[in-house]
Nanobody, 122 residues
Framework: QVQLVETGGGLVQTGGSLRLSCVAS????????MGWYRQALGKERELLAN???????FYADSAKGRFSISRDNAKNTVYLQMNSLKPEDTAVYFC????????????????WGNGTLVTVSS
């Protein structure tokens, strides 16, 4: 069983920065892809960015230029650095992973964290 726990959310003023962290724990020895999504009130969950073990990244248009994703494989942790935050960035931010290596084989499983709330005040 794999669990993801996000931290780092909170209240920030417009133009401020936050760094979200997400730690994975459980019965695995390697993670394939880790990513960040967000869901604003009344809206669908949207992908912001993801990163694979080789540090290849993908950014959605909404994240390009202001957000940066990174990971520490030794710590099973993924980060999201968010700069120049705007009120429209207010949302619950979710960490995800896709694919793990465990028990000698690859498992194409998807796991979500419970989310961390980011509120950007105007």
């Amino acid at each position: 069983q794999v669990q993801l726990v996000e931290t780092g959310g909170g209240l920030v003023q417009t133009g401020g920065s936050l760094r979200l962290s997400c730690v994975a724990s459980g019965n695995f020895f390697r993670i394939n892809i880790m990513g960040w999504y967000r869901q604003a009130l009344g809206k669908e969950r949207e992908l912001l960015a993801n990163i694979n073990r080789g540090d290849n990244t993908f950014y959605a248009d909404s994240a390009k230029g202001r957000f940066s994703i990174s990971r520490d494989n030794a710590k099973n942790t993924v980060y999201l650095q968010m700069n120049s935050l705007k009120p429209e960035d207010t949302a619950v931010y979710f960490c995800s992973l896709q694919g793990i290596w465990a028990a000698g084989s690859y498992h194409d499983v998807g796991v979500w964290g419970n989310g961390t709330l980011v509120t950007v005040s105007s």
